[in-house]
Structures are given as structure tokens and as C-alpha cells.
């Protein structure tokens, strides 16, 4: 089955600079890949996605890349702020099981004031 | 809003007690799914629903059971708990179509003693 590798699984930066936690998957037929976003004591809910025809995804101060290649993908987030603070998974699934997602371990990202 | 609740919300239970936790959703989403939520191990998929009549397995079943009562309704049983269930539950949502966000209940904290 499908394998999701995520890292770092905890990330420190300071107010402004910018984040990037890092994903790979091991299933090549893998063509939707979403982050959740988990704030303290909070359900996980959807900040970005990207599907696999295409390769960079912005939405303000987030963006995600996808190399299919290489199978990894990337969340960036610039400009960080106190209330970005919180885990950040990934996750990939494929048509064949659709809905069905393997999430990475999650990365405690830490913004520091 | 339409939106993903669980109840209970927090539960204490004993060694060898049969606990359910229940999901409900106002969504109108075909496909329901059981996580459990472990520090540092990400969301690991117990069960899920594509409708009614449809009940699969996840990565890690074993000592669950899950059961579709209808669409808007999808309950998790431990059906003799044990202390290693101790886990944060969450349920989702998602249409039909395959590659789509999922919605995530608040989450039901279990402590097994």
C-alpha cells in the first residue's frame, strides 16, 4: 500500500521567515495530494491541495509543489504569523481508492513572536 | 452549517468494556471514515464507508467494528477495550467522486484505564 514519509516532525521559525515541511510517497498511481491543517485541541481541516496535473499551487501565503518524478511534494508557507502555529499533515490518495488517504505523521510547526 | 458531529466528546472507560462512539453528518456525503489520532503517528485509518451497504477495512481494524446505520450515521465500537485504544477518534466526510477534501468531526478523546 501506499507509503507517506513526512519530515520535519517538528519545525521552529521565527515571525516572518518562511516554513517548508516536506512530503514523499511511494505509490506512483498517487494523483491528489492534500494538507491539513491542526490547531491546537481542533479537527483537522483543508488548506491547500494539489493534483498531480499540475505542479505548484498557490493560495496567499501557501503553496504546495509536486514533483511526480521524484514522488514528493512540498507545503510552503511564507511570512509566517503567531496563528500559523499547529500540525501540518499530508496525505496522498488515487483514483482506485478514492477518498481513501494515507496521511504522514503530522509536523508541529512553532512560530515564534 | 452542514458540519461533522461526534459524540462523546471525551470518554473514560475500563479494561474489557464495550464502548461506541457515533458520528453524525448534515453534509449529505456519500463516504464516512474512523481515524485514530496518536502522537507523532499521524491519522491512521480504521474504517471506512463508501454508503450504506458498503463497510472496509483500514490499516488498523483489528479490535474495532463500525457500523452504517444510514447515511448521515456511522458508529465505532471497541468491543472489549484495551488501555492501548487510549487515542483521539475522529470521523470524516466526503462526496462521492473520489479525490475530494475530507471534513473531520471535532474528535472523541478515549482513555482506556
Known amino acids: 500500500g501506499e507509503n507517506v514519509e513526512q519530515h520535519p516532525s517538528t519545525l521552529s521559525v521565527q515571525e516572518g521567515d518562511s516554513a517548508v515541511i516536506k512530503c514523499t510517497y511511494s505509490d506512483s498511481a498517487s494523483n491528489y495530494f492534500p494538507w491539513y491543517k491542526q490547531e491546537l485541541g481542533k479537527r483537522p481541516q483543508l488548506i491547500i491541495d494539489?493534483?498531480?496535473?499540475?505542479g505548484e499551487k498557490k493560495d496567499q501565503r501557501i503553496a504546495v509543489t509536486l514533483n511526480k518524478t521524484a514522488k514528493h511534494f512540498s507545503l510552503h508557507i511564507t511570512e509566517t504569523q503567531p496563528e500559523d502555529s499547529a500540525v501540518y499533515f499530508c496525505a496522498a490518495s488515487k483514483n482506485t481508492n478514492a477518498g481513501k488517504s494515507t496521511f504522514g505523521d503530522g509536523t508541529t510547526l512553532t512560530v515564534k513572536p | 452549517d452542514a458540519d461533522v458531529t461526534q459524540t462523546p466528546r471525551n470518554r473514560i472507560t475500563k479494561t474489557g468494556k464495550r464502548i461506541m462512539l457515533e458520528c453524525s453528518q448534515t453534509k449529505g456525503h456519500d463516504r464516512m471514515y474512523w481515524y485514530r489520532q496518536d502522537p507523532g503517528l499521524g491519522l491512521r485509518l480504521i474504517y471506512y464507508s463508501f454508503d450504506v451497504k458498503d463497510i472496509n477495512k483500514g490499516e488498523i481494524s483489528d479490535g474495532y467494528s463500525v457500523s452504517r446505520q444510514a447515511q448521515a450515521k456511522f458508529s465505532l465500537s471497541l468491543e472489549s477495550a484495551i488501555p492501548n485504544q487510549t487515542a483521539l477518534y475522529f470521523c470524516?466526510?466526503?462526496?462521492?467522486?473520489?479525490?475530494?477534501?475530507?471534513?473531520f468531526g471535532p474528535g472523541t478523546r478515549l482513555t482506556v484505564l
Open positions: 470524516a466526510t466526503s462526496e462521492t467522486g473520489g479525490l475530494d477534501e475530507q471534513f
Open positions: 494539489i493534483r498531480s496535473n499540475v
